[in-house]
């Protein structure tokens, strides 16, 4: 009894139930052995991931430039992100449904959009919606939004027998929303195939993480749903690969997980007129930096021979040339007209929009 209305002890219990989750340490240098056998990837698994996590940081790169050019519509950063976000997508399988945040183009991309059709998305073409065979939808700007979205399809999946997850990422500003929480609840109650990824990089915009709630660890919201909830390095990508095939097995099994990823942005917010240095300062940014998730992962496979920076060069330098095409081909794709951008927004127009469709061809716009 007295324990149990000894509140300042059970907030400090919080923090032995949320240990972070690490394999890969900031040296390159594994801290669990243990874990690392069950991450069960070959060397040519690590080397595709440490190239996908390049490709990730080179498309971040020339994004930034061709933004800064006007030559994008609306990009947010990805630079320090890669283990969070490309570690975790390398644990999915290719049928598994991805509903991505706008921060997680690169994960789209991984599963098979073509890069031109991302740049399409950024300029807000329609075209940059159509996404094919591509088992994932366009990148969510409501945030939270895709928690909901992501427990009806992985309700579905259950349904119809389908052995596959559906999974999403949202931010540390996200877990503020209702539709965090309501998303997280009813893939819960269903036992939904779901794997819920809250990637805290500190920011929400310019509000820190901790003046965004009072709550210790994010990852403790996905208990109040009754799911398995875990801290992980997210600067790390063994410890989120594990972390994420776990989660994606249990999900098949018995229902959602969430993931909190501790990592960082790099850079701003967006490229639309965002400056970090006024809400944070260059020293955090720069103790930040050394955590580089593609630092320590260089370190790791260049330990064991599987990579150097030649390899590294002829990597990035293939990208740029795909990213070189890719900007021409989306700079090739017809500009769109109002009346289109109408017509794709509805399966069926309605009244409404046949008048507008109407209205808009008339005038050839
Ligand atoms: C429902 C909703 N409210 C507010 C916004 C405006 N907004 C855009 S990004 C953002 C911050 C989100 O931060 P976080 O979830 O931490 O994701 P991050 O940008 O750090 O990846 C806000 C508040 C929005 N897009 N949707
Ligand atoms: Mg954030």
Redesign the pocket.
């Known amino acids: 009894m007295v324990d149990i209305l000894d509140f300042k002890a059970q907030l400090e219990r919080q923090d032995s139930e949320f240990k972070t989750f690490q394999i890969l340490n900031n040296k390159g240098k594994i801290v669990d052995k243990q874990a690392l056998e069950k991450v069960g990837l070959k060397d040519d698994q690590l080397v595709e991931l440490m190239k996908q996590m390049v490709l990730s940081r080179t498309l971040n790169d020339r994004s930034t430039r061709l933004a800064k050019q006007g030559r994008l519509g609306f990009f ?1 950063p990805t630079a320090g ?1 890669e283990a969070s976000q490309v570690a975790s997508n390398y644990a999915f399988d290719s049928e598994d449904y991805v509903m991505p ?3 997680d183009v690169p994960q789209l991309v991984l599963k098979g959009l073509p890069i031109y059709k991302a740049f399409l998305w950024s300029r807000g073409h329609y075209e940059g919606n159509e996404f094919g065979d591509v088992k994932g939808w366009f990148p969510q ?5 895709q928690y909901v979205e992501t427990a009806g399809i992985a309700l579905g999946f259950k349904k119809r027998g389908k052995k596959n997850v559906a999974y999403t ?9 209702g ?1 965090f929480y309501e998303g997280m609840n009813f893939a819960g109650h269903y036992q939904a195939p779901a794997v819920f990824f ?8 310019s ?1 820190p ?1 901790h003046t ?1 709630t009072a709550a210790k660890h994010l990852a403790a919201k996905g208990w109040a749903a009754g799911l398995p909830s875990i801290v992980v390095d997210g600067m790390d990508p063994l410890a989120v690969y594990l972390a994420a095939k776990t989660a994606r097995q249990w999900a098949l099994e018995n229902g959602p997980v969430l993931i909190e990823t501790l990592t960082n ?1 790099f850079g701003p ?2 490229m639309s007129g965002d400056d970090p240095l006024r809400y944070r300062s260059q020293e955090d940014i720069d103790e930040w930096l050394k955590m580089d998730p593609l630092i320590r992962f260089r370190k790791y496979l260049g330990d064991k021979g599987l990579w150097n920076e030649k390899t590294e060069e002829s990597w990035v330098k293939e990208v740029n040339q795909q990213i070189d095409e890719a900007v021409k081909q989306a700079d090739n794709v017809e500009k769109q007209k109002v009346s289109d951008f109408i017509k794709q927004t509805l399966a069926q127009p309605g009244q409404a929009q046949q008048e507008q469709i109407a209205h808009f061809e008339s005038e050839g716009k």
């Open positions: 947010a992100q945040g706008y921060r700007i409501i945030i939270g939004a990422y949202t931010g540390d500003g996200g877990t503020s929303q539709d809250v990637q805290n990089n500190g920011f929400a915009i509000t993480r965004q942005r917010h967006s």
